[in-house]
């Protein structure tokens, strides 16, 4: 008989069942995922990015697979927010995990309205802030690289967003992700997450050009794990320890190991992106392995190993 | 996606009772044993896989077109020297994502019974769902790092499928005239289209076409048996359907020589007065190139076709959104997805919308 652990975690005020996420634009609007898995088993779900008006997203190829990962190039494809309310939102109210709402957009007027199209709604938890995404030609990644930028979005969107949390989704392609982070804190963030996809590049050597028709997409999977749980580990030790602002930490999980890692590196949940398209109900077993962790090294509680790595 | 019903529930009408929630996830992932892995010629191969259970029960419901994923990246590959030289480079690749594909034949596993006379080969049964175990054929070519994977797979070894995925072949009311029509690879889900045409629409007149560059890159088992020629079925694959077929090769290394559109236009001038468009259909799988040309041909002649697209995807199952297929917004009928003027294009998904479209719907 397996001991009674404590899986849940506190997140920025939350209540989480447990620290296992869906990560945004791996898992639609909730409805396919439903098909493999008990959705309401999640510690917290994110859709894909909606935004003001509807966007068909890029050219095809939008995606090639490399050693050990994936590039994608999507251009944030979705409904728009109107169809996002009626038509989606509807099935989201059925989960009983924190659903939060990825917002991009173009400018920052642009991500405001969909904060405050959105913010009434109760079944939302919180936003995630977009400003990461490297695939398209305005907004996205250009707000994310600038931490005057970072500040300055996040605490507008932060205003528009009322009793709703605010997690700011920061990109790896800088210098150093410590500084966007404070950035984001002082704009007035409730949480981070990181880290969204590295900008790269596939080339097909017989015609000589890039696969991808976005010539660039986003590099994601097993390939980034070990720079991502080094970027939240360095967060973590630089900007929200002690404090009461949340990581959530993704990047090529896709094992409950995996997920550990993140978790002693810093993160107080952590996200689970590429492995759902080849493992749609993989997130269940990583909260089962967590379980199992926890047991076989006697630890009654899974929050006791945020930042535990020595 | 195309107004037809799905042949099967334009037969049996839905029942009144609530639809029972299975306790297993009705796509999967399923575990199926591969039951056969026999090599055709050239860099073709033919996979049988057995599904038992809840397996069983899903794929036992595949229609011809639906496709499957399929988890590769566990398998090992060849020795060193089985590895052809072209792909020896590709071979060192790691593979992540699942790799899509469709079937050639999905029927009840049929076990031999005592008195069943020795040789006598049994006939593709209606699969309904429930009961036995069903064994469905994949026909693949070895053209990178995964399918290289798939050449070891042996008699009993298990291999991890998500599926039947996405929307097959329909036949729309009226329809008496099939035109099957396959490029290179696009073979397969045509090859299941004539085993569902016989059992389901048995009064269905239907034909094939297969196109290739050459008579090597025909995915056929024995391809140029003259004798199956000589009676009029020359393709096996669908003359065990008593369909007959007609080859076409770019180079004339086999059958007629030059593209398969041609062979067709051959073949409908000289049965012109015989055939009624609106009673014909066209159902098509290959390259987008000869889809571009079937679908040309099919609106010049009034004929409806039914094709079956193919794009890069991650998952399969509508969670990426990279498998877009730019399409005609409908006008006046629905909300067309990403844009709400009514005569702008759209993306629709291949692998949730598709990968089967009506011919008129794609922006070639």
Known sequence: MENQIDMSVEFAGLKLANPVWTASGTCGYADELGEFMDVSKLGGFITKSVTIKPRQGNPTPRIVETDNGMLNAIGLANVGVDEFIAEKLPALEKMSCAVFVNIAGETIEDYVAVAQRLCEQKVIAGFELNISCPNVKQGGITFGTQPALVKEITSAVKSACGSKMLMVKLTPSVTDIAVTAKAAVEGGADALSLINTFTAMVIDIETRKPVLANRTGGLSGPAIKPIAVYMVNKVFNEVTKGTQIPILGMGGIRTASDAIEFILAGATAVAVGTSNFVEPNCTVKIIDGIHKYCDNHGVVAVRDLIGKVE | MTEGQPVQQAQTPAPATPPIVPSYNPKGPFEATVVFNKPLHQKFYRLGLQFAGPGAEAFAKTRPGQFAQFDLSNIALPPADAIPEELKDESARQILLRRPFSFARVAKEVIPSAHSAPGQTA??????????????????????????????????????????????????????????????????????????????????????????????????????????????????????????????????????????????????????????????????????????????????????????????????????????????????????????????????????????????????
Not at chain 2, 142 to 152: D, E, N
Not at chain 2, 211 to 233: C, Y
Not at chain 2, 269 to 281: D, H, K, R, T, V
């Open chain 2, 123 to 364: 006939h593709p049964k209606p699969v309904s769902s429930g009961v036995g175990k069903i064994i469905a054929e994949v026909v693949y070519c070895v053209l990178g790092p995964a399918t290289l994977r798939m050449t070891t797979l042996v008699k009993g070894n298990p291999i991890n499928v998500i599926g039947p995925l996405g929307n097959g072949f329909t036949v729309p009311a009226g329809k008496k005239r099939a035109l099957l029509v396959a490029g290179g690879m696009g073979s397969p889900p045509l090859e299941h289209l004539a085993q569902v045409l016989t059992l389901e629409h048995p009064t269905m007149d239907a034909i094939a076409f297969a196109g290739a560059k050459t008579k090597e890159d025909l995915p056929f088992d024995r391809p140029l048996d003259n004798l199956s020629r000589e009676i009029g079925f020359w393709l096996k694959e669908f003359g065990r359907y008593s369909i007959s077929s007609f080859v076409a090769t770019d180079d004339g290394s086999a059958g007629f020589k030059g593209f398969v559109s041609a062979c067709i236009l051959d073949w409908l001038s000289q049965n012109a007065l015989s055939f009624n468009p609106a009673e014909a259909i066209i159902y098509a799988c290959g390259p987008r190139s000869m889809l571009t040309t079937i679908a040309k041909l099919a609106r010049d002649k009034k004929i409806d076709c039914q094709i079956s697209m193919e794009e890069m995807m991650a998952c399969g199952i509508g969670l990426c959104q990279s498998c877009a297929v730019k399409c005609v917004a409908p006008v006046g009928g629905g909300i067309p997805a990403g844009d709400k003027s009514p005569t702008a294009e759209t993306y629709k998904l291949c692998c949730k919308d598709g990968p089967v479209f009506d011919a008129k719907e794609i922006v070639f």
